[in-house]
């Protein structure tokens, strides 16, 4: 069974103090690895597709990375609008396209 | 572009009471999806459909019934809803291929008292 683990559940930074969320998985095999940011009331909005180990992609303020046991978020010198949940997902080799989600990473910026 | 469209955004029930919750994309997607979303679990899978006619359970598929007549729609329907339905319900689609990512809607609030 595909398991995606989340730490840590919660995540209070200071605007500019950088930081990192974790997402560890296990999946027989690694289709793609997702990131996606949630804001109160919305739908989560995708961010990022990982596919092997050692591949990163960066968007802003936010870089993610992957090895072939978890990935990380990181956030460098956070703004108060990086403030959302942050959710991390699998999509596992055989079977259907859909991917199996984390519980996510809620994170505050402080001004 | 609307990608995903849900309604309604809110509805409150009464325990036994049946409802519809519409979902439409127009992105011309094969693959469609209902999550529920609780406070502390994550996005739960209940239902997807991987084309018109075609439909399978999640994890938490118990009480929802799904069809897919077509391929921008796939409603999620509670036949008798009970307290424990309580939730936010998220349908998402994507194309179906590697690595391609849901696409999620704004979701419905719905509470049943």
């Known amino acids: 069974e595909d398991q995606v683990t989340q730490s840590p559940e919660a995540l209070r930074l200071q605007e500019g103090e950088s930081s990192s969320l974790n997402c560890s998985y296990t999946?027989?095999?690694?289709?793609?690895l997702f990131w996606y940011r949630q804001d109160p009331g919305k739908g989560p909005e995708f961010l990022f597709t990982?596919?092997?180990a050692g591949e990163e992609k960066e968007k802003e303020r936010l870089k993610a990375t992957l090895t072939k046991k978890e990935s990380f978020l990181h956030i460098t010198a956070p703004k108060p609008e990086d403030s959302a949940t942050y959710l991390c997902?699998?999509?596992?080799?055989?079977?259907?396209?859909?991917?199996?989600f984390g519980r996510g990473t809620s994170l505050i910026v402080h001004p | 572009n609307a990608g995903v469209t849900q309604t309604p955004k809110f509805q409150v029930l009464k325990t036994g009471q049946s409802m519809t919750l519409q979902c439409a994309q127009d992105?011309?997607?094969?693959?469609m999806s209902w999550y529920r979303q609780d406070p502390g679990m994550g996005l739960r899978l209940i239902h997807y459909?991987?084309?018109?006619?075609?439909?399978d359970q999640g994890e938490v598929p118990n009480g929802y019934n799904v069809s897919r007549s077509t391929t921008e729609d796939f409603p999620l329907r509670l036949l008798s809803a009970a307290p424990s339905q309580t939730s936010v319900y998220f349908c998402?689609?994507?194309?179906?291929?590697?690595?391609?990512?849901?696409?999620f809607g704004d979701g419905t609030r719905l509470s049943i008292l």
């Open positions: 997902a699998v999509q596992a080799t055989g079977g259907s396209y859909i991917p199996t």
């Open positions: 999946v027989s095999g690694l289709r793609g």
């Open positions: 990982l596919y092997s």
């Open positions: 992105m011309n997607h094969e693959y």
């Open positions: 459909s991987v084309g018109a006619g075609i439909t």
């Open positions: 998402a689609s994507n194309s179906g291929g590697i690595g391609q990512p849901q696409h």
